[in-house]
């Protein structure tokens, strides 16, 4: 059977064109592909808010009397015992898919972490408002005296009871410092705990 040079031609120049326009397509969707990935994974990373004192209401969620309270108790609590609580207050944790994610970026705090250099005794305490989410973080210096369980038990019947009033304030304080019914690291160590 003998072939046509015509068609064969005709066919390698359509498949030469549309092949071109095979890859040009292919390379738009990868770039359109690549960007989206480039802008979730950007999404994704975009880091909390960084830490600059021993409360942080980013939230505005925390009276101004009952976050210099807040400050004191912290303050005195690092004057007796060397550990370092810091308390974060957020409108919400998006972009993260969750509190625990959101939070131990947070404890990062850009690489400065929480706590004295080279100790690890630091903890922090994060309220995110939208998510109604606490969550505690805790370094590794404090975790043999503050448990998961002791943290979650402090998150539910001392913290939560104040927030589902609205009383943020008041429910930070009564886990942070002398004075609290838990002491200030008792709202820590890895726990999560719903308003």
Known sequence: MRRRRGWHWAHLRAARYGGQALALTLIACGFAGASWFVAAAHAQSAAPPTLTGPVNDFANAIEPGEERDLERRIRSLQQASGDVVVVATVSSIEPSASIEDFALRMFENGGRGVGQKGKDNGALIVLAIKERQVRVEVGYDLEEFITD???????????????????????????????????AAASCSASKGEI
Request: charged letters at 15%; hydrophobic letters at 30%.
């Open 149 to 183: 369980g002791f943290a979650g038990e402090t998150i539910r019947q001392v913290m939560t009871p104040e927030f589902r009033n609205g009383a943020y304030g008041a429910g930070l304080a009564l886990t942070s410092g002398p004075g609290g019914r838990g002491t």
